[in-house]
């Protein structure tokens, strides 16, 4: 993987020390090898595979600046999977690699739960405590 482009849509800068402080911690990133841009989106070339500190600090940038951060599902390797991947209550799991997928028991559970409440409804309409 080393030598992977990834490339995202550039973020939105509020003053020019901003715009410094985000080239400042992007380059300051050991895995990454250059930074450049082309109309509004920016390069980031990787000398190397992330270590995990590294990813760690490309998904908090990219979200500090509200980026485009699907790019970085590219970075998935079995390595980083546990953590990174599979780990889908991380502020970073949907931006990165979209909704996660509920598992057949928890659409059965949220289907019954609707049921459950949409029952509740109708005995409450037709004048019903609940109580037995």
């Known amino acids: 993987m080393g030598g992977k482009l990834l490339i995202v849509t550039g973020p939105t800068y509020f003053s020019p020390r901003d715009e410094g402080s985000f080239f400042h911690w ?61 780990n889908t209550e991380a502020y970073w799991h949907a931006p990165v690699f979209g909704k996660a997928k509920l598992s057949t028991e928890m659409r059965r559970i949220r289907k019954l739960a609707g049921q459950i409440k949409k029952g509740a409804a109708v005995a409450k309409r037709n004048g019903s405590t609940g109580r037995i």
């Open 26 to 86: 992007l380059q300051s990133i050991s895995c990454v090898e250059s930074v450049s841009g082309q109309l509004t989106d920016l390069h980031i070339r990787l000398k190397r595979p992330p270590s995990a500190t590294d990813l760690r600090e490309l998904i908090a940038l990219l979200y500090r600046y509200q980026m485009d951060m699907k790019p970085l599902a590219a970075l998935k390797t079995a390595r980083n999977a546990d953590w990174f991947a599979q």
